[in-house]
C-alpha cells in the first residue's frame, strides 16, 4: 500500500511526530523521549482514520489477530529503534 507522509513535528531529543495518509486509511504518529536519569523512555501514540466502512468492519472483525500482528511490530520496530539509538556514531 502506498502511503504519503508529512513530519509535523521535529524537537530533537524530546518529540517527534508525523502524518501519512493512504488510499484506505490516515494515520498520525507521535513519538515522546523523556528522560529519566541514566535513561530514556519513549512513549508512541498512534491514531488510525479509516476513509471507509469496509475497513472498520474488517478491523472490528479481525480485532485480536489485528492487535497481535501490531503489537508483534510495534515490538519490532522498538527493538529496531532501541539499535539505532544504541549504536556508537560513525
Excluded at 31 to 48: D, H, R, S, V
Amino acid at each position: 500500500m502506498e502511503m504519503h507522509g508529512v513530519i509535523t513535528a521535529h524537537e530533537p531529543h524530546h518529540h517527534h511526530a508525523c502524518e501519512m495518509s493512504g488510499k484506505a486509511f490516515d494515520l498520525a504518529v507521535e513519538y515522546n523521549l523523556t528522560e529519566q536519569g541514566t535513561t530514556t523512555t519513549l512513549c508512541q501514540n498512534a491514531e488510525t482514520t479509516f476513509h471507509d466502512l469496509p475497513p472498520k468492519i474488517m478491523v472490528v472483525i479481525l480485532y485480536p489477530m489485528v492487535i497481535w500482528m501490531s503489537k508483534k511490530q510495534y515490538c519490532d520496530s522498538l527493538r529496531k529503534l532501541k539499535a539505532l539509538c544504541e549504536q556508537k556514531a560513525e
